[in-house]
């Protein structure tokens, strides 16, 4: 039964999209209970030979679009075929604690919660911690784990927010539902020269 869902968005991150996937099919939950969809936006990179490299993963479904359309568009498209109750997005440059999907489910689970965000830590190149932050006070696109329904209910991602996805959707959310916090840094950010967040 699948429980979960991680949705990863990529748009030329081939050069970390290994240690994003890496992060992922580690988690400590056993396999059949979560899967990985990735949807990449048409890139022009390696990245579409990486995936390949992992179709015959289990519970691991890859999308290609054919133009690039966003990360709203990107994980809109993921979500609306997801499986699991639970759905979190990871960003293809960045990766995540082997106990990330587990410690997120049993806390929402628990707390009867419809979303629970966790605490990242800021890493650079080597992978050293530069920070650690509250998703409370410096919220990020990724690393909140909602019930499926409950997004689907708001509408999911914008399809046209091509940036600032996380904002907009945050405000959508937070209108009718609120977000619990494990004050617990399961996810890494990596924050680099390419990424989307350093252009805002």
């Known amino acids: 039964m699948i429980k979960a869902t991680i949705l990863i968005t990529n748009y030329n991150y081939g050069k970390w999209l290994r240690r994003c996937i ?18 990449d936006d048409s890139s022009t ?13 289990q519970n691991f479904k890859v999308i290609f679009n054919q133009k690039n359309k966003g990360v709203g568009y990107s994980a809109n498209k993921g979500s609306r075929i997801a499986r699991g109750k639970w759905i979190v997005r990871v960003d293809a440059d960045d990766y995540v604690h082997n106990e990330f999907l587990n410690f997120l489910m049993l806390y929402a689970e628990f707390n009867k919660s419809k979303a629970v965000a966790c605490d990242y830590v800021m890493v650079d190149f080597d992978e050293n911690t530069i920070s650690r932050n509250k998703q409370k006070e410096d919220p990020i696109a990724c690393a909140i784990l909602y019930r499926t329904d409950v997004l689907e209910y708001i509408g999911s991602w914008s399809s046209d927010h091509t940036i600032d996805e996380d904002k907009e959707i945050h405000e959508r959310y937070t209108k009718d539902f609120d977000i619990d916090y494990l004050n617990v840094p399961l996810y890494r950010y990596f ?10």
């Open 22 to 39: 890496r992060s992922c099919l580690n988690q400590s939950l056993p396999r059949c209970q979560f899967e990985i969809i990735v949807v």
């Open 45 to 57: 990179d390696n990245s579409r030979d990486i995936l390949l490299d992992y179709k015959d993963e």
């Open 191 to 200: 924050q680099h020269e390419g990424s989307l967040s350093c252009k805002r």
